[in-house]
């Protein structure tokens, strides 16, 4: 079995889907999250940057950032895009906020195609947030695009144990989570879920009851993060106190095969491992090197013979 054949990973995925390479762009919305301005929480998530993990977006007008991605070399890679709103939580805000930020990409992005005469398409809008941003309101607005674009919404679980989310500053639940993703799914809208690997208080146990909620829902992909410290969060400073240590790439890797062989088969595969800022990270050193992790997972699922969903009616429940 060729290494292709051993995952349902997105990029064989959108290529099928498009009929060519189809790439992302990343998109600072300006949003913030209620975890950060105090209607939850402040402070954040425990390993969450203050940048809400856009480090590497700029915080300019949408159609700036447009701008220059497509005067980019990184246009020039695919002619297939997805709009993607990444970092803090991109339904947390008004309906009429949302959708003039939605529209201000979707109807620039086409714009820019249009006047610079490329010969590229939108396809896709991407929305990341945290599960405790959907309502009804927002599941009709992004509705109303998918006449014309497949719509996704990313939601972070990052762990099926509620213990460990309330460790982590968190401030949702999995029944948060059960009820975003019922909401979506009654709107016909894709979601891929976030779970973070190595999470502080987490044993293999808890992995392995992470795998068999997303197991039991209807969800259409998964994205695995590595969890890395970065400056300025609460789990810095556990680190520096010696409270946590983060997993070595062997482990990681180890536990990365384990949601492979266990994750049900029509689960796409969206990420194999965290994208650490590098000027900010400070722990784990692996981290700071891409291929390690991609190359590792892609040798041992072919060395150790495992391949997607192998294992997954062994932990149905
Ligand atoms: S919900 Fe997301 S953006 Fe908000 S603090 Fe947590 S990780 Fe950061």
Redesign the pocket.
């Known amino acids: 079995m060729i290494v292709k054949q051993r995952m349902n990973y997105i990029n064989d995925v959108l290529k099928e889907k498009y009929g060519e390479r189809t790439l992302k762009i990343g998109i600072d919305g300006g949003f913030t999250?209620p975890?950060?301005d105090g209607s939850k929480a402040f402070g954040?998530?425990a390993f969450?940057s203050t940048r809400?993990?856009g480090e590497h977006l700029k915080s300019v007008p949408i159609h700036e950032q447009l701008e220059s991605y497509f005067s980019s070399y990184k246009a020039s890679r695919a002619n297939s895009f997805i709009l993607y709103f990444q970092?803090?939580?991109n339904t947390y805000d008004t309906i009429p906020n949302l959708k003039e930020k939605y529209e201000e990409a979707i109807v620039g992005a086409n714009e820019i195609i249009r006047q610079k005469s490329l010969n590229k398409k939108i396809v896709g809008l991407s929305i990341a947030t945290?599960p405790d941003c959907i309502s009804k309101e927002v599941c009709k607005l992004l509705s109303s695009y998918q006449n014309k674009l497949d719509v996704t919404v990313e939601l972070?679980l990052q762990t099926a144990n509620d213990a460990t989310k309330q460790n982590l500053n968190?401030c949702y639940t999995n029944e948060d989570f059960l009820n975003a993703v019922m909401l979506l799914q009654k709107y016909h809208i894709d979601i891929v879920a976030h779970v973070m690997v190595g999470l502080p208080f987490e044993t293999h146990e808890d992995l392995l009851k992470t795998v068999q909620f997303l197991n039991g829902i209807p969800i259409q992909g998964i994205k695995i993060h590595s969890t890395y410290v970065v400056k300025n969060t609460k789990l810095e400073e556990m680190y520096v106190k010696g409270e946590y240590s983060p997993l070595s790439l062997e482990s990681y890797l180890q536990e990365v095969m384990f949601i492979i062989s266990h994750i049900r088969k029509d689960i796409v595969i969206h990420r194999i491992s965290g994208d650490a800022p590098k000027e900010l990270l400070v722990a784990p050193e692996w981290n700071r090197h891409k291929k390690w992790i991609l190359n590792g997972v892609m040798n041992r699922l072919a060395k150790e013979d495992i391949w997607q969903g192998m294992e997954y009616q062994k932990t149905d429940t």
């Open positions: 999250c975890n950060r954040g998530c969450c809400g993990s970092n803090f939580s945290r972070g968190l």
